[in-house]
């Protein structure tokens, strides 16, 4: 247990801070404007939040706003948060959360965040996405994007093995097309995570797999997530898969790699296309973002993953200012479409999905191609949904550093009982 000096002391810490950036807003700038602070782990985010400033600004003149961001570690923005909510004081007006942190804001009867579904058009939303920010039939977070898996392919050396993305339509196809890479090339056909979950989720979640079930209770151990864990271990053992350099997708390590052309393919969720085009410009033009191959004739070619809720601290002076802008930003078509120009996110409302400046030229389809949002929009009944629920932190965390590490990294444990030693530790808790 932590002592209670030692919170008191953090608590401190946070007020001082507070008193240095203006944590709580709420108080008018002398242009007039309503001062208003925003805290993210994503320089991207806060960019795409000072966007949406400028446009409230200019399209409410009556209610002007004067946004200040603070861009923390994700760590300590989460950490700062949390006591800034559990005190009372010294909150944000508007804060991002991520999706595996989200269930820890939740908690208790009643959230310290604001309610949001009166100000939701759910007629226009994609409502899965907001299954992790919702409690008791309340809204209490808004993502950023839908977080389709998908799987960009080197063209280069697909070429160069003298083979197609366009032929791989099921994982077999993948296993068996990746000896032919390596055979031909010597590079990997592609690489797997030891400390992070990306590998893992999106192919069990395609086939409707889930760290939980849908009251909650941990299903880590479930013969579809043991199935597919092997699958990954297979290609592991047999040169087909290489451990990511540094262990995850977010390593420097790992961009340096593919910078080189170091794996002929990688998936994760299409957010992930602004890692591209921002740490490994090298390979603009040679990527190619395809679906996930199939696990079966009919099998879904997605899931909707990952993911940041933003959401509005309760004890903020201006939560009803601070909660409008924020929909705004995110939840608006305006804003559901900057998603994909600005961030490179597909968007939660269905209706910007077909709107003609998801087509227009930017660094996006300058990078990757014209027909990026063409697939998208031809699997997106094909984008599964996850469960969310108070132990998905816990379970997130425990495939990172417990099995997949286990499994992948040190190899002292096989799928099966990293999966059930992990569901039990889960479910005891």
Not at 247 to 266: D, K, L, P, Q, T
Not at 367 to 392: P, R, S
Request: proline share 4%; hydrophobic share 40%.
């Amino acid at each position: 247990m932590v002592k209670m000096s030692k919170i008191a002391g953090a608590v401190a810490a946070l007020a001082l801070l507070c008193g240095l950036t203006g944590c709580n807003g709420g108080k008018k700038s002398g242009s007039g404007k309503t001062k208003l602070t925003f805290w993210t782990f994503q320089n991207a985010h806060a960019e795409f939040m000072k966007d949406a400033a400028e446009t409230w600004n200019q399209q409410n003149p009556n209610e002007q706003i004067e946004l200040s961001c603070e861009v923390l570690g994700y760590d300590e923005m989460h950490n700062k948060l949390l006591i800034a909510l559990q005190s009372g004081s010294g909150a944000p007006d508007i804060s991002d959360i991520e999706i595996g942190k989200f269930a820890n804001f939740l908690k208790g009867k009643n959230p310290p965040l604001v309610k949001l579904n009166d100000l939701l058009d759910m007629d226009h939303l994609i409502k899965g996405r907001f299954n992790p920010y919702t409690k008791n039939g309340n809204i209490y977070g808004v993502d950023y994007h839908v977080g389709a898996a998908v799987i960009y392919y080197n063209k280069e050396i697909l070429d160069q093995a003298g083979v197609s993305a366009d032929d791989i339509k099921t994982w077999d196809d993948f296993y068996r097309i990746g000896k032919i890479v390596v055979q031909k090339t010597g590079k990997p056909m592609t690489t797997v995570e030891s400390t992070e979950h990306w590998s893992f989720y999106p192919l069990i979640a395609q086939q409707g797999g889930d760290f939980l079930d849908k009251d909650g209770n941990g299903a880590l151990d479930s013969e579809i997530n043991i199935k597919t864990l092997e699958y990954i271990k297979k290609l592991v053992d047999e040169g087909i898969a290489q451990i990511a350099p540094g262990g995850f997708h977010h390593s420097e390590e790992y961009w340096a790699f593919m910078n080189n052309g170091g794996a002929a393919s990688i998936w994760m969720p299409l957010w992930y296309m602004n890692r591209f085009t921002d740490y490994m410009p090298k390979l603009s033009g040679k990527i190619i973002v395809r679906p996930m191959p199939r696990w079966t004739p009919d099998g879904a070619r997605s899931a909707g993953l990952g993911g940041t809720g933003t959401a509005i601290p309760t004890q903020g002076k201006h939560t009803d200012l601070a909660s409008r802008f924020m929909v705004y930003a995110k939840a608006s078509k305006e804003g559901s479409i900057k998603t994909w120009t600005l961030l490179g996110f597909d968007p939660i409302r269905w209706d910007a999905w077909s709107d003609p400046a998801m087509k227009a030229p930017n660094k996006f389809t300058a990078y990757f191609g014209d027909g990026v949002f063409d697939m998208l929009v031809d699997i997106k009944d094909e984008i599964l949904g996850v469960n969310g629920g108070d132990k998905f932190p816990e379970a997130q965390s425990l495939v990172q550093k417990n099995v997949m590490f286990k499994v992948l990294g040190e190899k002292s444990a096989t799928p099966r009982e990293a999966l059930v030693e992990a569901n039990k530790i889960l479910n005891s808790k």
